[in-house]
């Protein structure tokens, strides 16, 4: 077995562009969300180590250190954090030139070809749904015979295996769990609306919707859902119960728990019978009696992706969604008490002046507990990058989708929609959403309730304006 390190590189400054984060951005609030996707094949290779850097602050010489004795290092990237992750895997060769290294991630499984030849410090990368894909390697087997990879020869050729089969039972995947106890510091990992210290899980992985700017089900997760047994996601949460018992919320990070309806409502007693207080993913169309069953069984909060308050820019994107059903899945919502994180994104396909006032008075109007403003991103490998580019949305300069400290810059524009007017109106919607007597008063309320609601609260404003500082300083 080859002496693996699956790692998270250093990045920019308070960077989560990690293997489980959907938009690898700089936040407006510092977060970081669990590595699940390095931490799984991690569980497979014996006495492998996974660091995860950004959210420990650590720096590059310790993991030089490291990898001095290391026969294989497996490195999670993004469209992102790409060049960046490339001059961190030349200083590791550099310290140890006999050292394999592969890259996983959505940008390398839609771009295999581009991303090695432009990195020739790279000997391979994997492609699609990797864990197996890894597995293979660490166990020493030759790149040639390994399914799933596209890699460079003695001859410094690329060459493209056939693809791997997609796994099926998912039941066969040892637990993360025992992953984040050996190598992860738990309170390292914050998210605004989660209660902390919080652990994050998949009981799944692929989604049956299509909409055009997602980017896992479209480049590594597919779009069929595989699920996890309730029995088996039962037993995990027991182990990490076990393992922390200073966790207070556990959140389930497929891209959809509640596609699979009877799945949902059956994981939900289990979790009831252990007292666990815990949230997940949804789609703004759960049905109020289901909705009922998760919250009498502990659910806490649902992360909704909304989107946009026009229809037609739903439509556009292919989201599956009516704004009506949306209305009363919230209203919903809000009579059991389960509270809401709503996702919003600027930008879209159709997006004009008038569709963005409508997206924010929707927001205001369903008023969601707390609420998040992404700008579209085109990520390699999706619909919506496709169409960027056929119809000259995306221009050369904005493609990275950042800037250089690693805030998200709006890489879109139309002829009716300048880069610069997308770009304002995620400050304009935030102060509008937020600065309201009303949405004031609760987030008082919420903070003299609980000291701890206070000193977090605060310490999220502080980072909030410290952001739209620096957006303005970009």
Known sequence: MMKTLFLQPPSFDGFDGGAGSRYQAKREI????????????????????????????????????????????????????????VKVAQRLKDVNPSLKIGMVGAKVAVQPQESLAAAPVIDFVARNEFDYTIKEIAEGRNLKDVDGISWRNEEGLIVHNKDRAMIENMDDLPFVTEVYKRDLKIEDYFIGYLMHPYISIYTGRGCKSHCTFCLWPQTVGGHRYRTRSPQHVAEEIRLAREYFPQVKEFFFDDDTFTDDLPRAEAIA??????????????????????????????????????????????????????????????????????????????????????????????????????????????????FLHKQAMENGWLDEKNAELIDDSGI????????????????????????????????????????????????????????????????HAA
Request: overall charge positive; charged content about 25%; glycine content about 6%.
């Open 30 to 85: 510092r977060s970081f969300w669990y590595p699940t996707w390095l931490a799984q094949p991690a569980a497979m290779v014996p006495n492998s180590r996974l660091i995860d850097a950004p959210p420990a602050r650590m720096g590059l010489e310790p993991i030089l250190e490291d990898v001095k004795n290391r026969d294989l290092v497996i490195m999670h990237t993004s469209t992102p954090s790409f060049a960046s992750d």
């Open 269 to 382: 007693r289990e979790l009831g019978k252990m007292g666990i207080t815990w949230s997940c993913n949804a789609k703004a169309n759960v049905p109020r009696k289901t909705l009922q069953i998760l919250k009498d069984n502990g659910l806490r909060l649902l992360l909704v992706g909304y989107e946009s308050g026009n229809q037609q820019i739903l439509h556009n994107i292919k989201k599956g969604m009516r704004i009506e059903v949306a209305k009363e899945f919230t209203k919903n919502c809000h009579e059991l008490g389960i509270k809401i994180h709503g996702t919003f994104i600027l930008g879209l396909p159709g997006e004009t002046q008038e569709t963005i006032r409508e997206t924010i008075d929707f927001a205001k109007e369903i008023n969601p507990h707390t609420l998040q403003v992404s700008l579209a991103a085109p990520y390699p490998g999706t």
């Open 408 to 471: 998200q810059i709006a890489p879109l524009h139309y002829p009716h929609l300048s880069h610069t007017e997308i770009f304002e109106n995620v400050e304009t919607f935030y102060k509008e959403f937020y600065f309201r007597a009303p949405k004031i008063a609760s987030i008082v309320g919420e903070m003299v309730r609980s000291p701890q609601m206070m000193k977090r609260r605060l310490r999220e404003g502080i980072e909030f304006f410290q952001f739209l500082r620096n957006r």
